[in-house]
């Protein structure tokens, strides 16, 4: 029996999905060298919103599969976070259905978020799909994720005074869990690109009304790249930039991955002894990074804390006075010469209370 969330109902031949526009075979191009170097033949998951850069992904996604033959499934996420999300899911699948694409809506059915609208839109995707994806057994998850959106990425993080890792930004091939890594063959793609490609294909696509909201950063830092251009600071620059940073993080990446096996100690997935050696063995750039990367772990979550709290909460350990602190979804005290560091308890709703110990 044929799963249903598979990408097609029947085999189509990769030409008769291609245009004869030069600029679409390009991108294909690209688009294909940077999923088989990753993926190859190999099963994936698409994450398509509706939007015209995640259709562009979803049709580039049908000709890849006609060519080597991969199974890929279309998970498209309902927040529940608008009135109209539900009937967008649906719209999405129907225009996705019209082009022989078979997809599977994910719908959250928990509390809705009041705060960090964003933010939570954003955990509560990847939630559900990383959910599904391990349920499935299906080890890469492929988004669109463009060039636009790397550049607003770097302006936001820079205005909230993020260090190297932050400002390096997102990059192709990203662990997510250690069941699910994902792909952005799109880093190199302008949206306008991606947005005619979806035009040419589909005729359509979704408007996410929340796109023209100036309550949010990224839209407003999406409006103010307007002025940016025309002082000079334009797309070419702000890549280069990216691109050197990201440079920069890869190399201290390597000093932090020697500051771990010299240092830390994981007793479990929830738990971590690090040496109080740390702070003198190591220099502080390489110390918040080995933090940050520990803290992701030991909570399960894909996002560390911001930069800010972890240099306040490192500063901290340094005192003699530092108490029991928990970030990020863990609790962090001194046992003896070492910090642990443990997921937090959580007890239905609620966390788990833990009385302050003075350090030792």
């Given amino acids: 029996m044929k799963r249903k969330n598979l990408i097609a109902t029947k085999k189509v031949n990769k030409k008769k999905l291609l245009f004869k526009d030069k600029k679409i075979i390009n991108l294909y191009k690209k688009f294909k060298s940077t999923i088989y170097k990753n993926i190859k033949n190999r099963s994936f998951a698409v994450a398509v919103s509706g939007g015209s850069d995640s259709l562009c992904l979803a049709y580039l996604s049908q000709i890849y599969s006609s060519e080597f033959q991969n199974k890929i499934y279309i998970l498209i996420v309902d927040h529940g976070l608008r009135k109209e999300s539900s009937k967008e899911a649906l719209k999405v699948k129907k225009i996705l259905k019209k082009k022989n694409l078979n997809s599977q809506i994910l719908s959250w059915t928990k509390n809705k978020p009041t705060r960090n609208i964003q933010k939570s839109a954003r955990d509560i995707r990847y939630s559900l799909i990383s959910t599904h994806c391990v349920k499935k057994k299906i080890k890469y998850l492929v988004t669109a994720h463009h060039e636009d959106d790397q550049i607003e990425n770097f302006l936001i993080r820079l205005t909230r005074g993020s260090g190297l890792t932050g400002l390096a930004s997102m990059s192709t091939n990203t662990k997510y869990s250690n069941k699910l890594k994902i792909i952005r063959p799109f880093l190199q793609f302008k949206k306008k690109d991606l947005k005619q490609v979806t035009l040419n294909y589909f005729k359509t696509y979704i408007n996410d009304p929340s796109n023209k909201d100036d309550k949010f950063l990224r839209i407003r830092i999406r409006k103010y790249r307007k002025n940016m251009e025309k002082e000079g600071l334009d797309t070419k620059k702000i890549i280069k930039t990216i691109d050197n940073l990201f440079s920069a993080n890869q190399a201290l990446d390597y000093y932090k991955n020697k500051s771990l096996y010299k240092h830390a100690s994981f007793l479990s997935k929830k738990k971590c ?61 001194y046992k003896n010469n070492f910090i642990l560091v443990s997921r937090e308890l959580k007890i239905g709703k609620k966390i788990k209370k833990t009385y302050f110990q003075p350090k030792k």
């Fill in 273 to 333: 002894l690090i040496n109080n050696k740390i702070f003198t063995d190591e220099a502080g750039e390489i110390v918040f990074k080995t933090f940050s990367h520990i803290l992701t772990l030991v909570s399960g979550t894909y996002y560390p804390p911001r930069s800010k709290k972890i240099i306040d909460l490192i500063n901290r350990l340094k005192s003699d006075n530092f108490k029991k602190s928990t970030l990020g979804g863990c609790i962090i005290e």
